[in-house]
């Protein structure tokens, strides 16, 4: 079959019978790291291959609600190029299978600025991941952190991929 050409960050989409396959297709232009996920109330599964159909990735429910979530960090960036997704039903017991939901798409270049001292953000729906882009220019204390309601995890990435720190809780 055909796969969607994938031209945005977000698609929503839906497998509508049990069993269903939606592939999607899409471009880099340069090395980048990768963030795509799922989310939604519908139980997915993804995989991302190449152009030549070369396997690099999958997940079946580590993002939130058994959302497939997958991150190529620096260690497996991908180089420009074509790239397929798979999304099909997860298969964890008990979950829907069929149902609507939302691919998106995260790229390293394609980070939001983040160049105020406060930015309001939010997250849209459970799984969301919002990633912003903080310009260092010296060496510095830097102090990040989150405030609201919503209960929220912050990863902070050197721009070579390399996970500096995380927090969950505190």
Not at 58 to 72: R, T
Not at 81 to 86: D, H, I, N, S
Request: glycine share 10%.
């Amino acid at each position: 079959g055909n796969a969607h050409a994938v031209t945005q960050s977000n698609v929503a989409d839906s497998l509508d019978v049990e069993g269903a396959l939606d592939f999607y297709r899409f471009d880099l232009t340069e090395e980048t790291i990768l963030w795509l996920y799922t989310t939604g109330a519908t139980d997915t599964s993804i995989s991302l291959y190449n152009a030549n159909g070369t396997w690099r990735a999958s997940d079946n429910g580590s993002g939130a609600g058994n959302n497939a979530h997958v991150f190529q960090n620096s260690s497996a960036k991908l180089s420009p190029g074509e790239y397929y997704v798979l999304v099909e039903g997860g298969g964890n017991y008990g979950q829907a299978q069929t149902g609507p939901y939302t691919l998106s798409l995260r790229t390293q270049s394609g980070a939001m600025p983040f160049n105020t001292p406060n930015l309001a953000a939010s997250l849209g729906v459970a799984g969301d991941i919002d990633v912003f882009r903080l310009d260092v220019h010296r060496r510095t204390f830097l102090c990040l952190y989150t405030t609201g309601e919503t209960d929220t995890d912050l990863e902070l990435y050197h721009s070579n991929g390399t996970r500096i720190e995380s927090d969950n809780e505190s």
